[in-house]
């Protein structure tokens, strides 16, 4: 079941249309309200949201991140749909937890291919409940990182290349790599966005910080502390 967040009428109609004519289940939200209303006290989750930016009262931006801050929603796709040369937009969507945007105005095939993409990169994974190395702990249940027992709070894809540190570690990763893990093969982004993000990351780790290497003209790596 796909859910369509959209306020023009059209667009959602088409949208609709679209995905069940390609063997989804579909349904639409005129706006960001009733999608909420729904979402809370519904048993049956979507399996994606395609949502837009722009919309009447709570926007798109203020509802992913509501999703991503409740447990029952966290894990569920998010596509943001996005207004043509709207940068911020795209980025600020990435960093909440997006896991892919559509440029408006978008094909409709374009828009059923990068769902079978997200759904495919989605897919639900076995989790290990704890990620350590050091003073570094990730607590996967409860969404925490901290370093000497000490809380540390982190952006959306922060906490993510974190856990994709901890759960390689010793593994060089290249920048091409890292954009595709952590902001999704169809995202079309310089590699200084994961040199900011590194470095960001390693001051907020403080001297665990350290753990992350520079894998010269290559990328990055953690290293394991003995």
Not at 31 to 39: A, C, I, P, Q, V
Not at 52 to 76: Q, Y
Request: hydrophobic content about 40%; glycine content about 6%; charged content about 30%.
């Amino acid at each position: 079941m796909i859910w369509c967040v959209e306020d023009d009428d059209s667009i959602r109609d088409i949208e609709i249309y679209t995905l069940k004519s390609t063997g989804f289940e579909a349904r639409g939200f005129v706006d960001g309200d009733s999608f909420w209303r729904e979402l809370i006290s519904t048993d049956i989750l979507p399996e994606l949201v395609l949502m837009d930016i722009m919309l009447p009262g709570e926007d798109g931006i203020a509802l992913l991140k509501k999703m991503r801050e409740l447990s029952k929603t966290e894990d569920i796709p998010v596509i943001m749909a996005t207004a043509k040369g709207m940068e911020f937009d795209k980025v600020q969507s990435l960093d909440i937890g997006a896991d892919d945007y559509l440029v408006k105005p978008f094909g409709m095939m374009e828009m059923v291919s990068r769902i079978k993409a997200v759904l495919r990169r989605c897919s639900p994974k076995k989790k290990e409940h704890i990620y350590s190395n050091g003073s570094i702990n990730m607590n996967i249940d409860a969404h925490i990182v901290s370093v000497k027992d000490n809380k540390v709070d982190l952006t959306y894809k922060e906490y993510e290349i974190l856990k994709l540190f901890l759960s390689n570690q010793g593994i060089v990763f290249t920048r091409d790599q890292l954009l595709s893990e952590i902001w999704g093969v169809d995202y079309f982004g310089e590699t200084r966005t994961v040199d900011m993000h590194i470095k960001t990351l390693r001051q907020k780790l403080g001297e665990s910080g350290r753990t992350i290497k520079t894998v010269r003209n290559v990328g990055y790596r953690m290293e394991t502390c003995i």
